[in-house]
C-alpha cells in the first residue's frame, strides 16, 4: 500500500540544498556570444557539453575561464548581464535539514503507538545531482546519506543510503513566486533495513519505511543573494549560495510485497489545462494568469478510499509577512463518475495549511456508510474519479486511464555498453514500467501495447524529437536503448488503441516542450544518462587486467584533458584537492581509488558527485593513479 498504510508520521519544516550551478546551462536556449567573440560567436552559452561530459572554454585558458565563469557578461538575447556559471558556483552538492519537525501521526487500527510523537524533530543529509545537468530536468536525484528521527541517543527512526528521485515537477506550486521558487517537486524514497524503535511497529512485520516529501518554494537564505553583484562578491570570497526550501513529508511502512518503490501506486489523477484563475498583480510562472494542478493519487482499501494531494494545490507566498499560505480558489470536491451518474466522495480541505501538513496531505475518505458510491463502483467498474470545483465551473483534477510507474526513473547506461541494463540505484539492472487502470496493475496479458516514446534532451538549446521505439511493449518488458551515441535520453508512454487514442498533442513534437508544463508535471518518464567511453588500452601495462595500471604513454596532461580538467572548471568544490596538479592528484591516489570505487556509488563519499564518470574514465584515473602509487 506504500504510503497510504498506517501508521502515517508527517513532518514538516525547511532544507537546505546547495547544488552546483555551472553545469545548468540555463541560458543555451536564449542567449548567444555577441560578434566580439569572434571565432564563437552565435554560440549559444552553456558550460557544460554534457553528452561528453565537458566543459566549452570557448578558447580560453583554464584561469582566464574560471575568473570570467563567475562575472557578469553581456550576451545577446539578454537585457542584463548574465553570470555564466550562474547562483551557485561553489555549491558542494549538499542536502541537509534545516528545521523539520513532526507535526502529526496517525495509526488508524494498526496498533502502533503514535502518540507525543508531535515535535519530534527529523535530521537527514545527504546529497543531490541531476541525470541530465541541462535546463530542467524532470529527475533530480536525491541520495540519503543518514536519516534520524528523534534523539541521537535514542532514535525512533533511523537509516542509511537511500535514493530519491524527484517527479511530477509542478512549475504552478506558488501564484505569487516566479521561477524556481514557484516549482515543487515530489520524492519518494524506500527505506528498507530502516532500524524503528516506535512501540508496536514491530508487529507490523515490515520490512522498513518510506519516506515520501514534497519540496518547494526554493528561496536564498538571504534574499539579497538573487543580485549580480551580491553573488560576484560571495564568489570573490569563494563562498557558496544554497536556499532553503518547504518541506512536507509522510512516513510509512515498508513490506517486502511491494515491488514498487518510487512512487504511491493507485489512480493517477492529473490536469493538463491551466483552469484556475490567479488575482490580478499574482506573480507566478503562468503567461496567462491560469494555473493547473498537480497530480493526485487515490488507493482504494476495502471501505477505505485515500488520497495523496501533497503536491497538488498551490500555495499563495505573501511577501509582507513571509507567510505562505494555500492559494484558496473555493471549496474542492471528489466525486466518482461512472456511466451517467456522479456520486459525491466528499470534500477536500486543501485550503487549511496547517491541517493538511499535519495529516501528511493524506486524505482519508471512509466509504463505509456510502451506499450510493459502493453500488456505483460494484455496477460501474470502470468508474473514475475527478476533483470538481465549483468556482472554476468544472474539473480540476481526472483520473487518466493508464498510471506508468517505473523503478528506474533516472539511470545510466555505458556508451558501447548492454543496450538493456542501466546504472540505478549503484547496481545495473533492466528498466521497465508497471501500468495500472482504474488502480488495478495490468499483467503483460490484459494490458494493451504500449507505444516506448524516446526524446534526446541535449544539447538544451537543440534537443531531439520524440520518436517511437517500440510499439509492442508490455508490462514487464525491458528497455531496448541504442546505447552507441553519448548523451541524455528521455522516454515516456503510452497506450493508443482505439479505445484510447493519445491525447492531442501528446506526447509533444520534442523535449523543448516536454520540461514544461504540463508534461514534465503529468506525464511518465524514465531519464537515462549515455555516458562516453573511449578505448584507452594503449595506456595500460596489461589491458585486460580488471585493475590495469599505466604505463609510460598515460601522463598526467591524459588524464587531465579526459578525466579531470571538466570537473576542475565547473565544479570547484573539488578544489580541496587541486585536479590541475600532478603532484597534488598523486599525493590523494590511494584516496582516488577508494572515492571512485563503484561499490560506493551510492554514498556521498563516491566521487564525482556528479556521477558521470563513465567507466573507461574511471579505469583511466585509476590506472593512473596505480602507477603513481608505485613510484611513491
Same mark, same amino acid.
Given at each position: 500500500m506504500s504510503?497510504f498504510?498506517?501508521?502515517r508520521?508527517n513532518?514538516?519544516?525547511?532544507?537546505?540544498?546547495?547544488?552546483g550551478t555551472?553545469?545548468?546551462?540555463d541560458?543555451?536556449?536564449?542567449?548567444t556570444?555577441?560578434?566580439?567573440?569572434?571565432?564563437?560567436?552565435?554560440?549559444?552559452?552553456?558550460?557544460?557539453?554534457?553528452?561528453n561530459?565537458?566543459?566549452?572554454?570557448y578558447?580560453?585558458?583554464d584561469?582566464?575561464?574560471?575568473?570570467?565563469?563567475?562575472?557578469g557578461?553581456t550576451?545577446?538575447?539578454?537585457?542584463?548581464p548574465?553570470?555564466?556559471?550562474?547562483?551557485n558556483?561553489?555549491?558542494?552538492?549538499?542536502?541537509?535539514?534545516?528545521?523539520?519537525?513532526?507535526?502529526?501521526a496517525?495509526?488508524g487500527?494498526?496498533?502502533?503507538?503514535?502518540?507525543?510523537?508531535?515535535?519530534?524533530?527529523?535530521?537527514?543529509n545527504?546529497s543531490i545531482?541531476?541525470?541530465n545537468?541541462?535546463?530542467?530536468?524532470?529527475?533530480?536525484?536525491?541520495?540519503?546519506?543518514l536519516?534520524?528521527?528523534?534523539?541521537?541517543?535514542?532514535?525512533?527512526?533511523?537509516a542509511?543510503?537511500?535514493?530519491?528521485?524527484?517527479?511530477?515537477?509542478?512549475?504552478?506550486?506558488?501564484?505569487?513566486?516566479?521561477?524556481?521558487?514557484g516549482?515543487g517537486?515530489?520524492?519518494?524514497h524506500?527505506?528498507?533495513?530502516?532500524?524503528?524503535?516506535?512501540?508496536?511497529?514491530?508487529k507490523?512485520?515490515?520490512?522498513?519505511?518510506?519516506?515520501?516529501y514534497?519540496?518547494y518554494?526554493?528561496?536564498f537564505d538571504?534574499?539579497?543573494?538573487?543580485?549580480?553583484?551580491?553573488?560576484?562578491?560571495?564568489?570573490?570570497?569563494?563562498?557558496?549560495?544554497?536556499?532553503?526550501?518547504?518541506?512536507?513529508?509522510?512516513f510509512a511502512?515498508?513490506?517486502?510485497?511491494?515491488?514498487l518503490?518510487?512512487?504511491?501506486?493507485?489512480r493517477?489523477?492529473?490536469?493538463?489545462?491551466?483552469?484556475?484563475?490567479?488575482?490580478?498583480?499574482?506573480?507566478?510562472?503562468?503567461s496567462? &494568469?491560469?494555473?493547473?494542478? *498537480?497530480?493526485?493519487?487515490?488507493?482504494?482499501s +476495502?471501505?477505505? @478510499? %485515500? /488520497?495523496?494531494?501533497?503536491g497538488?494545490?498551490?500555495?499563495?507566498?505573501?511577501?509582507?509577512?513571509?507567510?505562505?499560505?494555500k492559494?484558496d480558489?473555493?471549496?474542492?470536491?471528489?466525486?466518482?463518475?461512472g456511466?451517467?451518474d456522479?456520486?459525491?466522495?466528499?470534500?477536500?480541505?486543501?485550503?487549511d495549511?496547517?491541517?493538511?501538513?499535519?495529516?501528511?496531505?493524506?486524505?482519508d475518505?471512509?466509504?463505509?456508510?456510502?451506499?450510493?458510491?459502493?453500488?456505483?463502483?460494484?455496477?460501474?467498474?470502470?468508474?473514475?474519479?475527478?476533483?470538481?470545483?465549483?468556482?472554476?465551473?468544472?474539473?480540476?483534477?481526472?483520473?487518466?486511464?493508464?498510471?506508468?510507474?517505473?523503478?528506474?526513473?533516472?539511470?545510466?547506461g555505458?556508451?558501447?555498453?548492454?543496450?538493456?541494463?542501466?546504472?540505478?540505484? &549503484?547496481?545495473?539492472?533492466? *528498466?521497465t514500467?508497471?501500468?495500472?487502470?482504474? +488502480?488495478?496493475? @495490468? %499483467? /503483460?496479458?490484459?494490458c494493451?501495447a504500449?507505444?516506448v516514446?524516446?526524446?534526446?534532451?541535449?544539447?538544451l538549446?537543440?534537443?531531439?524529437?520524440?520518436?517511437?521505439?517500440?510499439?509492442?511493449?508490455?508490462?514487464?518488458?525491458?528497455?531496448?536503448?541504442?546505447?552507441?551515441?553519448?548523451?541524455?535520453r528521455?522516454?515516456?508512454?503510452?497506450i493508443?488503441?482505439?479505445?484510447?487514442?493519445?491525447?492531442?498533442g501528446?506526447?509533444?513534437?520534442?523535449?523543448?516542450?516536454?520540461?514544461?508544463?504540463?508534461y514534465?508535471?503529468?506525464?511518465?518518464?524514465?531519464?537515462?544518462?549515455?555516458?562516453?567511453?573511449?578505448?584507452?588500452?594503449?595506456?595500460?601495462?596489461?589491458?585486460?587486467?580488471?585493475?590495469?595500471?599505466?604505463?609510460d604513454?598515460?601522463?598526467?596532461?591524459?588524464?587531465?584533458?579526459?578525466?579531470?580538467q571538466?570537473?576542475?572548471?565547473?565544479?570547484?568544490?573539488?578544489?580541496?584537492?587541486? @585536479?590541475?596538479?600532478?603532484?597534488?592528484?598523486?599525493?590523494?591516489?590511494?584516496a582516488?581509488?577508494?572515492?571512485?570505487?563503484?561499490?560506493?556509488?551510492?554514498?556521498?563519499?563516491?566521487?564525482?558527485r556528479?556521477r558521470?564518470?563513465?567507466?573507461?574514465?574511471?579505469?583511466?584515473?585509476?590506472?593512473?593513479?596505480r602507477k603513481?602509487?608505485?613510484?611513491?
Amino acid at each position: 500500500m506504500s504510503v497510504f498504510d498506517y501508521p502515517r508520521i508527517n513532518v514538516q519544516g525547511t532544507i537546505q540544498l546547495n547544488p552546483g550551478t555551472a553545469n545548468n546551462d540555463d541560458y543555451a536556449s536564449s542567449a548567444t556570444f555577441p560578434e566580439t567573440w569572434q571565432a564563437v560567436a552565435g554560440q549559444p552559452l552553456g558550460l557544460i557539453d554534457s553528452k561528453n561530459v565537458a566543459a566549452r572554454t570557448y578558447g580560453m585558458s583554464d584561469e582566464n575561464f574560471i575568473a570570467w565563469a563567475q562575472k557578469g557578461q553581456t550576451f545577446v538575447g539578454s537585457s542584463e548581464p548574465i553570470i555564466p556559471a550562474e547562483w551557485n558556483y561553489y555549491g558542494d552538492m549538499d542536502m541537509q535539514s534545516v528545521s523539520i519537525q513532526v507535526v502529526g501521526a496517525q495509526a488508524g487500527s494498526c496498533g502502533v503507538q503514535v502518540d507525543g510523537l508531535v515535535g519530534t524533530e527529523l535530521m537527514f543529509n545527504g546529497s543531490i545531482t541531476d541525470i541530465n545537468p541541462e535546463g530542467s530536468p524532470p529527475a533530480t536525484q536525491f541520495f540519503i546519506e543518514l536519516l534520524r528521527l528523534g534523539p541521537h541517543s535514542a532514535p525512533l527512526i533511523s537509516a542509511g543510503l537511500s535514493k530519491g528521485v524527484g517527479q511530477w515537477i509542478n512549475f504552478y506550486r506558488n501564484v505569487n513566486i516566479r521561477a524556481d521558487g514557484g516549482a515543487g517537486s515530489y520524492v519518494y524514497h524506500a527505506l528498507p533495513g530502516a532500524t524503528i524503535n516506535i512501540p508496536g511497529w514491530d508487529k507490523l512485520h515490515a520490512i522498513g519505511a518510506i519516506f515520501r516529501y514534497y519540496l518547494y518554494r526554493a528561496q536564498f537564505d538571504n534574499p539579497d543573494n538573487a543580485d549580480n553583484d551580491t553573488i560576484e562578491k560571495l564568489y570573490e570570497q569563494q563562498k557558496c549560495n544554497p536556499k532553503v526550501l518547504e518541506l512536507v513529508g509522510t512516513f510509512a511502512p515498508l513490506y517486502a510485497t511491494e515491488k514498487l518503490t518510487v512512487a504511491p501506486t493507485g489512480r493517477l489523477m492529473t490536469w493538463d489545462t491551466p483552469n484556475i484563475e490567479t488575482p490580478k498583480k499574482s506573480n507566478n510562472n503562468s503567461s496567462d &494568469g491560469k494555473v493547473a494542478l *498537480a497530480p493526485g493519487v487515490l488507493h482504494r482499501s +476495502g471501505d477505505l @478510499l %485515500t /488520497a495523496d494531494f501533497s503536491g497538488t494545490f498551490p500555495d499563495n507566498y505573501h511577501d509582507k509577512d513571509k507567510t505562505n499560505p494555500k492559494f484558496d480558489f473555493g471549496a474542492v470536491n471528489l466525486v466518482a463518475v461512472g456511466g451517467s451518474d456522479t456520486v459525491p466522495v466528499g470534500p477536500v480541505d486543501y485550503a487549511d495549511t496547517a491541517g493538511g501538513n499535519a495529516i501528511g496531505w493524506l486524505f482519508d475518505f471512509d466509504i463505509s456508510s456510502k451506499e450510493d458510491l459502493k453500488n456505483l463502483l460494484k455496477d460501474h467498474p470502470d468508474t473514475t474519479f475527478k476533483l470538481v470545483s465549483e468556482k472554476v465551473g468544472g474539473d480540476v483534477l481526472a483520473e487518466v486511464d493508464y498510471y506508468f510507474v517505473s523503478n528506474q526513473q533516472a539511470i545510466y547506461g555505458e556508451q558501447h555498453g548492454p543496450g538493456s541494463l542501466f546504472l540505478n540505484n &549503484g547496481t545495473t539492472e533492466p *528498466a521497465t514500467v508497471s501500468v495500472f487502470h482504474l +488502480g488495478v496493475e @495490468l %499483467t /503483460a496479458e490484459n494490458c494493451p501495447a504500449i507505444t516506448v516514446w524516446q526524446c534526446r534532451s541535449v544539447p538544451l538549446q537543440s534537443p531531439g524529437d520524440a520518436v517511437p521505439i517500440s510499439t509492442t511493449f508490455k508490462p514487464g518488458d525491458h528497455l531496448q536503448v541504442d546505447v552507441s551515441e553519448p548523451g541524455n535520453r528521455l522516454f515516456t508512454f503510452t497506450i493508443n488503441n482505439q479505445d484510447n487514442p493519445a491525447p492531442v498533442g501528446y506526447p509533444p513534437k520534442s523535449y523543448s516542450s516536454f520540461m514544461n508544463p504540463p508534461y514534465v508535471t503529468n506525464a511518465p518518464q524514465i531519464s537515462l544518462r549515455i555516458l562516453p567511453n573511449e578505448d584507452y588500452s594503449r595506456y595500460y601495462l596489461n589491458p585486460a587486467s580488471d585493475e590495469p595500471v599505466g604505463n609510460d604513454l598515460l601522463t598526467f596532461d591524459i588524464v587531465y584533458k579526459h578525466v579531470l580538467q571538466g570537473y576542475y572548471l565547473l565544479y570547484p568544490v573539488m578544489k580541496f584537492l587541486p @585536479l590541475n596538479s600532478p603532484e597534488a592528484v598523486g599525493k590523494r591516489a590511494r584516496a582516488i581509488l577508494k572515492r571512485t570505487d563503484p561499490s560506493i556509488w551510492m554514498s556521498t563519499m563516491y566521487m564525482p558527485r556528479t556521477r558521470d564518470l563513465s567507466d573507461s574514465r574511471r579505469r583511466l584515473l585509476q590506472a593512473w593513479c596505480r602507477k603513481a602509487l608505485l613510484k611513491q
